[in-house]
């Protein structure tokens, strides 16, 4: 058991973090959360340049064949860099999480016109499975897809997206779930399938961006789909299998979220430390106070816990992907482990900084109040809500007969 990161890494994750303290310095994004969305295209061009989103899309393909491990380095230095974690969300975990698993079902096509300028930075790509109706029971939707001739004619309606509003701007699509058989004749997830459906497809309505609490410089819409008509080739996968494509998308993303928050909490005690060592209070800094200094010492105990719970899962999503050593099912549950814990480590670091930091803490002079709402969409329920990753753990654990509520 080696906990050594190679040079290679090393040298990656370094490199990462230089280019983020020249392109994303704190004013820059302070500056991008308050003009809002859409988010401003020399960044993710700049990330992409540098071969940050989707390297773990294969050379041929237009990536760099990077393992999940050295990607989630890519994701934690991201989140310390924006703490809004709006960067990390669009960029890493849905262009890269669900990017790779489109990649790995889509036609030459959908490649070609959206998975290589999606590595470049140059459009988005993306997820669209939360309907109105819900978002956890992700089979469960009434969206719906039949076939006319040799295309397929999509209607339905999803929301809480991330990225409509840039996949716009720029170009782009989503992996979206359909329903394309009867759920009376069965459970229902074996009637979903996966299309690719781009936004500039005729009957592809977009609604008004939602104001969310944080994450403001990434929008966040929804979008109606009447008679929207795909080819054949835009089905990701075989139909009725979209399924277990998207449990694999959303495992992926969950591991670079969870990398990201990583980032997001080692930031807000890098931040609080300074302060504290510097400010002082009755003659001493507040350093020297056992009620800050003991419950800095506890979240830093937990961050590099749950920095090595992150790096064993993204390390298992390696060997499953290349030697096939863990199940998805196994890895599953120790994705939801970090899924579970990182956010809400992170909500807890920003609670507690701004707390020790007093007023100062709650002004937009430091990340702290940024990063507190950002982290909160990963918490309450972005790419799988806490309660879900607990089913998911609770079911590996103790068999799916005894899954709640079934």
């Not at 906990?3 to 230089?18: G, H, T």
């Not at 999940?68 to 974690?85: F, N």
Request: aromatic share 12%; net charge negative; with cysteine.
């Amino acid at each position: 058991m080696d906990f050594e990161l190679s040079e290679e890494q090393l040298m990656i994750k370094e490199s990462a973090r230089e280019w983020c303290n020249r392109h994303m310095p704190f004013d820059r994004i302070r500056e991008m959360e308050i003009n809002g969305y859409p988010y401003p295209k020399d960044i993710p061009k700049g990330l992409g340049e540098q071969g940050f989103i989707m390297g773990v899309v294969p050379e041929e393909h237009g990536g760099l064949g990077l393992d999940w491990l050295t990607q989630s380095l890519i994701s934690e230095e991201i989140g310390y860099a924006d703490p809004t974690i709006a960067t990390a969300a669009a960029f890493m975990a849905v262009g890269t999480g669900w990017g790779f698993v489109i990649d790995k079902f889509a036609s030459e096509e959908i490649r070609d016109n959206f998975i290589r300028p999606a590595i470049k930075g140059e459009k988005f790509v993306g997820i669209a499975s939360t309907e109105p109706s819900g978002g956890s029971d992700v089979a469960n939707h009434k969206s719906n897809a039949r076939k006319v001739g040799d295309e397929w004619v999509l209607n339905g309606e999803k929301t809480f997206i991330s990225g409509v509003e840039e996949a716009r701007e720029w170009g782009g699509g989503y992996w979206t779930n359909v329903r394309t058989g009867d759920p009376s004749g069965g459970a229902s997830h074996k009637h979903m399938t996966a299309f690719f459906v781009p936004v500039d497809s005729e009957g592809f309505h977009p609604d008004v961006p939602y104001r969310d609490a944080g994450r403001h410089s990434l929008s966040t819409s929804g979008f109606r789909m009447e008679n929207v008509r795909v080819p054949e080739n835009y089905m990701l996968g075989k139909e009725n299998k979209g399924f277990y494509g998207t449990m694999e998308g959303f495992d992926n993303a969950r591991i670079l979220i969870a990398a990201s928050a990583v980032g997001v909490t080692e930031r807000l005690l890098d931040v609080a430390m300074e302060y504290i060592k510097e400010r002082h209070t009755f003659g001493k800094p507040l350093a020297k106070y056992e009620g800050i200094q003991f419950e800095l010492v506890k979240l830093y105990r937990e961050m590099e816990a749950t920095r090595l719970l992150c790096y064993k899962t993204a390390w298992m999503q390696d060997k499953r992907y290349q030697e096939g050593k863990y199940k998805p099912k196994e890895v599953a549950k120790w994705i939801s482990m970090i899924k579970w814990k990182a956010p809400h480590l992170a909500l807890k670091a920003a609670n507690q900084t701004m707390h020790w930091l007093g007023a100062a803490g709650y002004t937009d002079e430091y990340p702290i109040e940024m990063a507190w709402r950002g982290v909160m969409s990963y918490c309450v329920g972005a790419e799988g809500g806490a309660n879900i990753q607990k089913i998911v753990i609770g079911r590996e654990l103790l068999g799916p007969e005894y899954i709640p509520y079934r």
